[in-house]
């Protein structure tokens, strides 16, 4: 079956810290991988995703992923955080068929 | 504008009764899910439909129904056997094909309170 796993549940750094977030999936296939962002008091909106490729992928804002598949980890990475990147963030994954599965969230904290 | 529409935003029921959220789509997904978000839980998925008059119970589908008769509505009840039914209930939809499987786009979410 498949499952998400991250690691970090609460994270609170000052602005201009750098920022990694851990996520491990268990699937023995192909999968897609997705990191989601919840600003508050918004809806849930794509941060980036991998689909296939360069395992190194950039989404918006400045934050980028890097797929490891002997470690069956994607972790998010920012080099410095803002303020405005407090926020939930969930990690995804599907593989088979459109079945997609969330882990259960880090809430990130940027202290001004 | 394209998008997904939750209905009702906010809802009340009675401990016994059976509730329906609303869910549309005009941005003619494939694809459409219900799921529950609870402090600390994350998204767990309850049910998704890849299809018209087709969908599969996901991790948590135990005291929900669904239906999907048209391509746009997926409605999700909540039905008086679910234990736990106060939460906030999130409608998504993929193009749930090909490469693209898995970029979801959400609705604003609605939240069930039970009394």
């Known amino acids: 079956a498949q499952s998400v796993s991250q690691h970090n549940h609460h994270v609170i750094l000052s602005e201009a810290a750098s920022l990694e977030l851990g996520c491990n999936y268990s699937y023995g296939g192909t999968v897609n991988l997705f990191w989601y962002v919840q600003y508050p008091g918004q809806h849930l909106q794509l941060l980036l995703k991998y689909f296939s490729g360069d395992p190194l992928v950039k989404g918006i804002k400045g934050f980028e992923a890097e797929f490891i598949k002997s470690k069956f980890s994607f972790n998010l990475r920012k080099p410095s955080v803002q303020w405005s990147d407090t926020a939930e963030y969930f990690c995804a994954v599907t593989g088979h068929a459109a079945k997609i599965i969330f882990g259960k969230g880090t809430r990130l904290h940027i202290l001004p | 504008d394209g998008g997904i529409t939750q209905s009702p935003k906010y809802l009340f029921r009675k401990e016994g009764q059976n509730v329906t959220l609303s869910c549309e789509q005009n941005l003619n997904h494939d694809a459409m899910y219900w799921y529950r978000q609870d402090p600390g839980q994350g998204l767990r998925l309850i049910y998704y439909s890849q299809i018209v008059n087709d969908f599969q119970k996901g991790d948590i589908a135990e005291g929900y129904s669904v239906s999907r008769e048209k391509k746009e509505s997926f409605p999700l009840t909540v039905t008086s056997a679910q234990k736990n039914p106060t939460a906030f209930y999130l409608c998504?939809?993929?193009?749930?094909?090909?490469?693209?499987?898995?970029?979801?786009?959400f609705g604003e979410g609605s939240r069930l309170t039970v009394l």
């Open positions: 998504a939809s993929s193009i749930g094909q090909g490469a693209n499987t898995g970029e979801l786009f």
